[in-house]
């Protein structure tokens, strides 16, 4: 492996490209401590140029350290198909179905997977048969995009009265917005390397809201790791992980986050096929508190890339 070539993708067009590009920087210095030949390229909206960049480079596998639209989408993964690419991550389809928020939830509901009820908003102003009327979820509500992530664009409102100016936010970032009831109880999240569950990780932020400023700003959160669960929930959780991850799709890695109940019901809240992997990312605390360092599971995502 030594001597392979690796085109890394980072920055992106994304809401999310300054964590993006955190990512990016984290993963090609672990690559090049282990004497691989690292070759980054950050991505912008003309994919011509990207296929143009690629042909140039030669590498034998992509990483993918892209966030957000371009990068979690599948928009990179069908360019990577198309040039008969190696990269690592989710596949096309996977990677659609995990960005958008209301097609994963359906699918999880199918697996019999419990997620917060929901209703949509579209800025058209249509429905679907079977979305549950706003009327019937009650407040504190959460109201977010339905295909952003890093907590972009995300509000939680506990009365009607400001439920206007939080889809307004929201509506930013995209033409259709998802408004589902919040959970009380814990936040914690979990995970999946190769196709194994690593330990549950319970985010305590100082502010009581886990939103971009708390998850990026170092001291602003505070972790457990693992998480202070009995056994028997810890693995029902981490089981329940794996399936939302094996219901998508997905390969290699993700990140399955959740929400538990005070009556001990896990909820989940979306599976994010390209875990960040800052100096503050959640997948590596879990990996560190399963033996595994930075290193180490920087080449385990890209080995699976090479055995597909």
């Given at each position: 492996m030594e001597k392979m070539r690796i085109a890394l993708l980072l920055?992106?067009?994304?809401?999310?490209?300054?964590?993006?590009?955190?990512?990016?920087?984290?993963?090609?210095?672990?690559?090049?401590k282990k004497g691989l030949d690292v070759v980054e390229l950050d991505v912008g909206e003309d994919l011509s140029k990207l296929v143009e960049d690629l042909k140039r480079v030669e590498p034998q596998v992509v990483f993918i350290a892209l966030h957000g639209a371009?990068?979690?989408?599948?928009?990179?993964?069908?360019?990577?198909?198309?040039l008969g690419l190696s990269y690592t991550g989710s596949g096309v389809l996977a990677s659609a179905l995990a960005m958008d928020k209301l097609a994963s939830k359906r699918l999880f509901s199918y697996h019999g997977i419990p997620v917060p009820r929901y209703t949509i908003f579209r800025r058209e102003g249509w429905t679907l048969p079977g979305e549950v009327p706003l009327e019937e979820l009650s407040y504190p509500l959460v109201v977010k995009p339905a295909a952003e992530g890093s907590t972009i664009g995300v509000s939680i409102v506990?009365?009607?009265?400001?439920?206007?100016?939080?889809?307004?936010?929201?509506?930013?970032?995209?033409?259709?917005?998802?408004?589902?009831?919040?959970?009380?109880?814990?936040?914690?999240t979990v995970g999946i390397l190769g196709d194994e569950p690593l330990p549950v990780i319970e985010i305590i932020p100082e502010t009581g809201f886990y939103?971009?400023?708390?998850?990026?700003?170092?001291?602003?959160?505070?972790?457990?790791?693992?998480?202070?669960?009995?056994?028997?929930?810890?693995?029902?959780?981490?089981?329940?992980a794996l399936l939302a991850h094996r219901a998508?799709?997905?390969k290699d890695v993700s990140r399955v986050?959740?929400?538990?109940?005070?009556?001990?019901?896990?909820?989940?809240?979306?599976?994010?096929?390209?875990?960040?992997?800052?100096?503050?990312?959640?997948l590596p605390k879990a990996a560190a508190a399963a033996g595994i360092s930075f290193e180490e599971l920087v080449l385990r995502i890209l080995e699976s890339a090479l055995k597909k």
């Open positions: 920055g992106g067009p994304s809401s999310e490209r300054e964590v993006s590009l955190k990512t990016g920087g984290a993963v090609a210095s672990a690559l090049r371009f990068g979690e989408d599948g928009v990179i993964q069908g360019v990577l198909e198309y506990d009365k009607e009265e400001v439920l206007e100016a939080a889809l307004r936010k929201a509506y930013k970032y995209g033409d259709t917005v998802l408004v589902e009831e919040y959970i009380e109880g814990r936040e914690i939103d971009y400023r708390a998850k990026y700003t170092p001291g602003l959160t505070r972790y457990e790791v693992p998480a202070k669960l009995p056994r028997d929930m810890a693995l029902m959780v981490q089981d329940m998508l799709g997905c986050d959740f929400r538990l109940s005070e009556d001990g019901t896990p909820y989940v809240l979306e599976v994010n096929t390209i875990p960040g992997m800052t100096e503050t990312s959640l």
